[in-house]
């Protein structure tokens, strides 16, 4: 480690959860952050900050002045310009250390070459169970999260006989709307969400045990209230029982 490095990172490399080691680890990690959004836009810096070495960004979207609330990354004088090529240069500019790939279009599953975590930040369930099931075809470790009001949930699906999928967890979820749009969504609960995300990225890529594989987690900041339901593989499940 170069001691650039060790400056950056200083007030992560005493966690004796992070240390050299794991800090070499997020070095050598690429994680896909899939969509540019509210997630999406602050989780990212979060993981181009703590050193992840390689990070990548789908979204085929545009920056709009709706957006901005709850999406601070981006600027009113950007508006109508693509959000990977904004959040990307604003990721590079943060840490120049980071390699930032841009895919200004839909996720694809031909994406997922050589990349170790998926970031879900998508808003639409259509979107979502395909990243999840591209993710799990591939082995590829997927945090998630949603948010609608001021309410919001995570969990993270790792591929395996034992684990439950996305599909197991949401059987019939196939809508295609924009949730947001339809029933508005407070911009700091979006970014609890992203942070916790982001935590989430990094205790797996540092090997942390007791994460949120598993089990749901309940965000309620209408109510100020936090749960977790635990999460069952489903004999039937319509995807990973077929596999
Ligand atoms: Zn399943």
New binding site residues.
Partial sequence: MRDEDILRHARQLVLPAIGAGGQHKLMDAHVMVVGCGGLGSIAAPYLVGAGVGHVSLVDGGHVDIANLHRQWVFRSDQQGMAKTTCLGAHLTALNPNVVVTCHHQLFDPTLLQNVDLVLDCTDNARARTLIARSCWNAGITLVSAGVIGMNGQATTFIPGKDQ??????FPEDDSTDDACAALGVLGPVVGQLASIQATEAIRHLVGMNGGLEGRLMMVEMGEIDLRFIKLK??KN?????NI
């Avoid at 439950?164 to 967890?169: G, K, T």
């Avoid at 499940?237 to 029982?241: A, K, P």
């Fill in positions: 439950p999928c996305r599909d197991c967890v593989k489903q499940c319509r995807f990973c029982s």
